[in-house]
């Protein structure tokens, strides 16, 4: 069921309480963001504390139209207007994740920059982990292994509204940020993780460009068909399917046979 955004903000602050922290932190992705997000910092009073992550990383220059981080006091107005305002923005479930930190801000900001640069390879392939995408999280924190908790460090609890606008959250592994090692190292990827994140990848691209729906193959969440979707990939990835064509044809089959009829 839809978590209408009064009830999930209210999640946020009982969450935040938990927590004893007077504000909560947001994730704000502003690539192709249909918000206003400069404007209505600028005019925030008090400023809100607020930092491009990427401004850590290598991606520097593009930091301004990246990934924000905002902390935003739950005892002052204005800034909880605009918590409102961005988790009812159109597509707020692509662009807005929210959590609970005990972490300085520029500490946390750091940290979750850094937790934006991944390599495989052995190290000769390097990019952008877009865990900050909420429709990617849950994909990302799946993949790690438990030498890589630290990515969750800095976390108590993470929130967000999925594909189907229902509230989802993941705890983290809040620890001082004195207690992990530093430098923190990089955030290599094996080989299997990669065949896992890839099948996200492939999964999202399908959806998007063969414009389906749930009803389409005898289901009623979204949530549900991309876990179909990511299943398909994989099966296809097991069967050695890399021309495009065929791979469309494979998935659409897969899913036809799998996921027709299927309890949502």
Not at 163 to 177: I, K, M, P, V, Y
Not at 226 to 234: G, K
């Amino acid at each position: 069921m839809t978590t209408s955004t009064a009830l999930w903000l209210t999640n946020l602050t009982r969450s935040a309480a938990q927590a004893k922290l007077p504000y909560i932190d947001v994730l704000v992705d502003a690539t192709n963001l249909d918000f206003p997000l400069a404007e209505r910092l600028a005019g925030l009073h008090p400023p809100a504390q607020q930092d491009a992550i990427l401004r850590h990383t290598p991606e520097q220059e593009v930091a301004q139209v990246g990934p924000w981080l905002l902390r935003l006091d739950n005892s002052n107005a204005e800034h909880q207007q605009l918590l409102t305002d961005l988790s009812n923005c159109p597509r707020s479930h692509q662009h807005l994740l929210a959590l609970t930190s005990p972490w300085d801000f520029l500490e946390l900001a750091t940290h979750l920059g850094h937790c934006t640069q991944a390599e495989w390879n052995d190290g000769q392939s390097s990019g952008l982990l877009r865990f900050f995408d909420p429709r990617l999280l849950l994909a990302v924190s799946e993949a790690l292994n438990p030498q890589q908790s630290w990515f969750h460090a800095a976390v108590v609890t993470w929130h967000w509204r999925n594909r189907d606008g229902e509230a989802q959250q993941l705890a983290g592994h809040c620890q001082r940020s004195s207690e992990l090692q530093s430098p923190l190292p990089v955030l290599r990827l094996e080989r299997a993780q990669v065949v896992h994140l890839q099948a996200w990848s492939l999964a999202e691209h399908y959806y998007r460009s063969n414009d389906i729906e749930p009803c389409d193959y005898g289901l009623n969440k979204q949530e549900t068909l991309m876990r179909y979707l990511v299943h398909a990939q994989q099966a296809a990835s097991r069967e050695g399917i890399l021309d495009l064509d065929q791979r469309e044809q494979f998935v659409d089959g897969w899913l036809k046979r799998n996921a027709m009829g299927a309890l949502a």
